[in-house]
Structure formats: C-alpha cells, structure tokens
C-alpha cells in the first residue's frame, strides 16, 4: 500500500510539472509580439504563408494600429479582386480570406482585427474588412492616394488590432487537464497492478511445480 501511495504522490507531482513547464514555454506577456504570417491570392494563383515583421504584427494584450504593406500579385491587372489571409499566433489562428482591393468599394479599405485572451494565453482571432473612417483618412491623406495609384505598391492596409481579455476559468481547458491527469494516473496504476500480479504468478508457478515434482508419499520443500 506504501508502494502504491508513493507512486501515485510521484505520478501526481510530474503531472503538475509537465503542466506548469508548457504553460510557461507557451504563454505570453502583455506587450510580446505575437507572430503572424500573411498569405495573397489573385485569379486561381497563391503565394506561400510569408512571416510579418514585427512592427506590423499584433502585440499581446495591447490595442495598437498598424500599416501592413501589400506586395504587387504577379499578373495583376487591376480587373479582378485581390484577396489575403492571415495565421496569427503560435498556435496558428487562421483568418478566412479578407477582400482588400478591387472589392467594389470606392472607399479605402481599413481591416479590423479583433483578438481574445485569457491570461498569457491566445484564444481565438476574427477579422473583417471595413470602410476607413474619414478621421481616418483625415489622418493618414497619403494612404488614398497611395491605395488608388495603380502605378504605386506595395499598397498599405491599416489594420487595428483589438483586444478582448476573456474569465480566467477555462472549463475546457480543466476538464482537459483532469482528463489527461486521470489517464496518466491509470496507466500508472494499471502498471503497478501487472508488477504486483506478475509477482504472485510467478509465486503460484513456483509452487505448482513443486507440488507436481514432490515424490509419492514425499514432503517437498519449496524455495
């Protein structure tokens, strides 16, 4: 029964410190930049997932804006719509594809990103293309006549960024952590009980080939 107590106090304990070290390698501090990868698409062809450069990523927790330049897609002449995606995060958040140019909008474009957390954890990212407020343009004169030159690229999309902190209980999460906790736990013991079953078995063999070898009217000793 010690035996098993201490194997169990030990299964718990490595539980708890495998949990605590991903949560630590994973987390994120207000202010970190928060890796995002950017991916076009004109007619039927694509680019690959391009890394962004941090001063134009999300930054964790933080409100900010931003201006994401947009390279000229090969072949592009200016008749059909222009199309980008994005992955925010490590753990790789994608965001369906977001018309930005030629989206039958004589309005400059403005992308609203919107971002929820919960601690130093990402949780999910949604975005959506939008009208840019005149106090906007007011703001940035140049990005109009920038965005409707055809001759000028890459053209720069503003991109807000918005953060929603999200309760710090995780339902999910506890019942995941339980879960694999519990499993951990009954591989343990099932472990522990094939050992101690093993040692009777071995035990109750031993003493059946003694009983069988023992002679007729015999006392055989068994070791």
Not at 31 to 37: R, Y
Request: net charge neutral; charged share 20%.
């Amino acid at each position: 029964m010690d035996r098993f107590c201490g194997v169990t106090r030990m299964a718990v304990f490595l539980v708890v410190l495998l949990s605590e070290a991903i949560s630590i390698a994973v987390a994120y501090r207000p202010g970190d930049i928060v890796p995002m990868s950017r991916m076009g698409q004109y007619h039927s062809s694509r680019t690959v997932w391009h890394d962004m450069i941090g001063k134009h990523c999300p930054m964790f927790a933080v409100n900010r804006e931003a201006l994401i330049p947009i390279p000229k897609p090969t072949g592009y002449t200016g008749a059909d719509p222009y199309k980008i995606s994005f992955q925010v995060g490590r753990e790789k958040f994608y965001v369906p594809w977001l018309f930005v140019i030629n989206r039958k909008s004589s309005n400059v474009p403005m992308i609203e990103m919107h971002l929820r957390y919960s601690g130093g954890d990402l949780l999910g990212v949604t975005a959506k293309v939008i009208d840019m407020p005149n106090s906007y343009v007011e703001l940035h004169p140049d990005i109009r006549k920038q965005f409707w030159d055809q001759q000028q690229w890459p053209k720069h999309i503003l991109v807000r960024y918005t953060w929603d902190e999200q309760s710090e209980i995780d339902v999910a999460s506890g019942f995941y952590f339980l879960f694999g906790s519990g499993l951990m736990l009954s591989v343990i013991l099932a472990i522990y009980v094939l050992q101690s079953s093993q040692d009777k078995l071995t035990r109750f063999v031993k003493e059946t080939v003694a009983e069988s070898s023992m002679p007729a009217g015999g006392v055989a000793k068994v070791e």
